[in-house]
């Protein structure tokens, strides 16, 4: 954990220190997927101090391929989460950083440790079985609200065909829950649930390193995070929530079509 923390406020401090730089290079699964020299910089930073700190450890990142490992151990790491927010100067983005061991699959792994650093320096770091906390201070979730009265986060796909399935999944959950918030970055999102600034979230098609240490800072606050089998959280669907209300959540879901949004997920 305190290896994730100091390389997350690390690759955190680049990347705010360089946000008034920060130009387009690239894009990824469509043209709106976009990728800045900040991102490759800051997880070049990343793989470079894993390398001196942990180099038979595994890294599975964002923006650059997966390198092996002799450990067990493979780092997960985003260097920005929330790269249209940063780009466009608004809050929401952040460097986040996951120990894991057992496979880059996230529905076989086991999260061992993770950090969150947030762009107004805020960390949130987590391990397994020691709790999890925002800067210092432990996170503990008691039971949420009904869902009626829930705050509900979520976010959508890159690709156009994913966000009209995903809209009509929210056109049908709106009714039913407080109000419904886009903020932009599933790590920062996962954290607020984890420290009650939103009381759940759902996301379909996040990648490994958007949640990975999010999901471990949720779970270790007390939050259940799952599928929608109620098995680990994947790539399909992610659900955080506290545990009195997630059944309800997820059938409230199922019943929105969240199960099966798009015959093939889109890229």
């Known amino acids: ?8 406020r690390e690759a955190g401090e680049l990347v705010i220190e360089g946000r008034a730089r920060a130009e387009v290079t690239s894009t990824k699964s469509s043209p709106i997927d976009i990728v800045t ?48 927010n940063y780009f466009y100067g608004l809050p929401h983005f952040a460097v986040s950083v996951a120990a894991v061991e057992g496979g880059t699959d ?10 969150v650093y947030g762009d107004s320096g805020t960390e949130w770091k987590a391990a397994v079985g020691h709790g999890a906390w925002r800067n210092g201070q432990r996170l503990q979730r008691s039971e949420g609200p009904p869902l009626s ?22 056109a049908q959950v709106l009714p039913q829950v407080r109000d419904i918030r886009r903020l932009g970055s599933a790590s920062v999102d996962l954290c607020l649930v984890a420290e009650g600034k939103m009381d759940a979230y ?6 490994p390193w958007d949640f990975a240490a999010g999901a471990l800072v949720a779970s270790e606050a007390g939050i259940r995070v799952g599928g929608i089998d109620g098995g680990p959280a994947d790539s399909h669907l992610l659900i955080a ?7 309800e959540l ?18």
Do not use: C
């Open 1 to 8: 954990m305190d290896i994730a923390a100091t390389l997350a």
């Open 37 to 84: 020299q900040m991102d490759v910089a800051a997880e070049g930073l990343l793989r470079s101090r894993l390398a001196q700190l942990r180099p038979d450890d595994a890294i599975m990142g964002e923006e650059s391929e997966d390198t092996s490992g002799t450990s067990g151990v493979t780092w997960v790491v985003d260097p920005i989460d929330g790269t249209v």
């Open 106 to 115: 996230p529905s076989t792994w086991r999260i061992l440790a993770g950090a």
């Open 149 to 170: 009265a829930t705050l509900l986060g979520t976010g959508f796909n890159y690709r156009a065909e994913g966000r009209a399935a995903q809209g009509k999944i929210v």
């Open 202 to 207: 759902y996301e379909h098609g996040l990648r």
């Open 241 to 247: 929530a506290a545990e009195s209300v997630w059944d």
């Open 250 to 267: 997820r059938d409230v879901l199922e019943a929105a079509g969240a199960r099966r949004p798009w015959e093939s997920p889109p890229a």
